[in-house]
């Protein structure tokens, strides 16, 4: 498979004798709930120590109920893990709260070892979470350096600070290459081909969007209110935020069609057909339900959401699989364990 590039899009040259296999999502709302309801239980009980075991429980679910050509998804994460990541986050953020009541120059103080701190957490994260995952028995893994992860998580948002939010959809664009291209399946890597400029045509329309709420909603206001100025401020962000809600929607909505329609792997491409239409209904029903069941309905609507997005998510296959899988399971035994070192730190988001 390879692409060419028209007008700054990748436009892909698809074998004709390639096929589309799409993800499959099994898991049911109600025995998702089973699991949810005893996680959040134990969870309160242990004073949020067992959030880890929680934590596993659900992935290894929902991995398993995940399956692609025939194959399944496992997750191998220990609690342990998961526990002492989430024990250094909660010391990060004890400190800051704590850091503040001391003194201002303290408080600062913790801010900036944070910020000096967080790129590593999260390239040890990412690390964790693709090392402790698998298709077909072959593991994922996570190349990206130290290094890179200051640039891409510390540097870059910085940047998009600095420059009023102009040089963010630049940032967000090497973010995601950053993760992609790093990652890896067995010894095969990923690549990812979207360009700059779809990122800041994505940032627009959101940006439009909300520009339009704003303007709506302030003819609205003062047409209903007239100059009472103080209705007016404390009707405003209710009756806005319903249209930035939607607004973030189809944003992610873009996103994802966007990120997963330009990764690859190996000869194999990704599809994603999310439908802003859809995505938006599914989540106003899925609120409504959870505020009138007051929060019992949180599994299932976590059910539909993942099972939409997985299942409008699919692998273009150039060739057989079968042979690409069975390739990646002879290489991988070449390497043995030497990653194993990854499997003690997760940070947990």
Request: aromatic share 16%.
């Amino acid at each position: 498979m390879s692409s060419i590039h028209s007008g700054g899009a990748a436009v892909r040259q698809v074998d004709p004798e390639s096929r589309e296999e799409g993800f499959a999502f099994t898991a049911s709302g109600s025995e998702y709930f089973r699991i949810w309801i005893v996680n959040l239980f134990l969870s309160v009980v242990t004073l949020g120590i067992y959030t880890a075991w929680a934590k596993v429980r659900r992935n290894q679910y929902f991995y398993a109920n995940t399956r692609l050509a025939g194959g399944g998804f496992e997750y191998h994460a220990k609690p342990l893990a998961i526990l002492k990541g989430r024990a250094i986050a909660g010391l990060l953020i004890g400190g800051y709260s704590l850091a503040f009541k001391l003194s201002p120059v303290a408080g600062f103080a913790m801010v900036a070892l944070m910020w000096a701190v967080m790129p590593w957490l999260l390239w040890k994260s990412l690390q964790f979470a693709l090392y402790n995952s698998s298709y077909r028995g072959i593991r994922f893994g996570f190349g990206g350096t130290a290094k890179e992860a200051y640039l891409y998580f510390l540097v870059l948002p910085l940047l998009g600070v600095l420059t009023l939010g102009l040089l963010y959809p630049f940032a967000h664009q090497r973010v995601k290459r950053f993760q992609h291209t790093s990652s890896r399946f067995g010894n095969a890597p990923f690549s990812f081909d979207a360009a700059v400029g779809s990122f800041y045509k994505a940032y627009l329309g959101l940006f439009a969007v909300c520009v339009a709420a704003v303007a709506v909603v302030a003819i609205v206001l003062t047409t209903s209110f007239k100059a009472d100025w103080i209705a007016m401020v404390v009707f405003g962000p209710l009756v806005l935020y319903p249209f930035i809600l939607c607004a973030g929607w189809v944003f992610m909505t873009v996103l994802q069609n966007l990120v997963w329609n330009h990764t690859q792997l190996g000869d194999h491409a990704f599809r994603s057909t999310m439908r802003v239409t859809r995505i938006a209904g599914i989540y106003i029903t899925n609120l409504l339900a959870i505020i009138f069941t007051l929060g019992l309905f949180i599994p299932f609507a976590t059910v539909r959401a993942m099972k939409y997005r997985l299942e409008c998510t699919s692998l273009i296959v150039n060739g057989n699989l079968d042979d690409f899988v069975a390739g990646q399971q002879a290489q991988v035994s070449a390497i043995g364990d030497g990653a194993a070192d990854l499997a003690d730190f997760d940070l947990a988001l």
